[in-house]
Each structure stands twice: as structure tokens, then as C-alpha cells.
């Protein structure tokens, strides 16, 4: 069964930084076995909402949010089967709880927990 842990969230001011990490796990769990890996964000008063990952079929793109383009970045690491959001230059607006998502060639979808981030002074 897969499953995707995150890690990382926490309270942090104002242009500041976190990064994220989403470990994968599960029988024979590999980054290559996914189409898309990346993370989305959701607020109370906000739907879920995708905010940065890769799409992997038909060469690859990288997708930003407009909202976060140049200030956060997304990597992967399949040696340790993880994921990652490096958030720069933080702002009140990026307070959310934030997801990692896989989707599977087989279109399986899978999602953790969240982690909370949390940017107030």
C-alpha cells in the first residue's frame, strides 16, 4: 500500500524559508511509476489548490502556481524516493496546510496527511 508522509511544515516570519519534504513508501514504491508528483495547498476558507509539480509523460514539464513562481521551487530525489518544496521570500498568503500528490500511470492517486505552514510576525 503507498504511502506519503510530509514533513517539514511549522510557523516561520514573514521572507522567510521552509522546505518540505514528502517521503514515499510502499511495495516497490518508485518515483518512476508516477505521471505527476507534487504538492497543492488548502486553506479553510480555500479549495485544494496545485501549486507546484512535475508532470512526467511526453517529455516533462514542471508546473508552477503563478502565486509562488521564482520564490518556491520543486526537486525530487528517487534515491530516496522524496520529493521537495523549497519555499523562499514567505508571505501571510502561503499560510495554508499543504499536501503532496502522486499520480500513478495507472491513474491510482495518492495523497498525505499535510503539513501545516504556517507564516505570520
Known amino acids: 500500500q503507498v504511502q506519503l508522509v510530509e514533513s517539514g511544515g511549522g510557523p516561520v516570519q514573514p521572507g522567510g524559508s521552509l522546505k518540505l519534504s514528502c517521503v514515499g513508501s510502499g511495495n516497490t514504491f518508485t518515483l518512476k511509476a508516477y505521471n505527476f508528483m507534487g504538492w497543492y495547498r488548502q486553506t479553510p476558507v480555500s479549495e485544494r489548490e496545485l501549486i507546484a509539480g512535475?508532470?512526467?509523460?511526453?517529455?516533462?514539464?514542471?508546473h508552477y502556481h503563478d502565486s509562488i513562481k521564482n520564490r518556491f521551487t520543486v526537486t525530487r530525489d528517487g534515491a530516496r524516493n522524496t520529493i521537495y518544496l523549497q519555499m523562499n521570500d514567505l508571505k501571510s498568503e502561503d499560510t495554508a496546510v499543504y499536501f503532496c500528490?502522486?499520480?500513478?500511470?495507472?491513474?491510482?492517486?495518492?495523497w498525505g496527511r499535510g503539513t501545516q505552514v504556517t507564516v505570520s510576525s
Open positions: 512535475f508532470f512526467t509523460t511526453n517529455g516533462g514539464t514542471t
Open positions: 500528490n502522486h499520480i500513478a500511470a495507472k491513474k491510482a492517486e495518492y
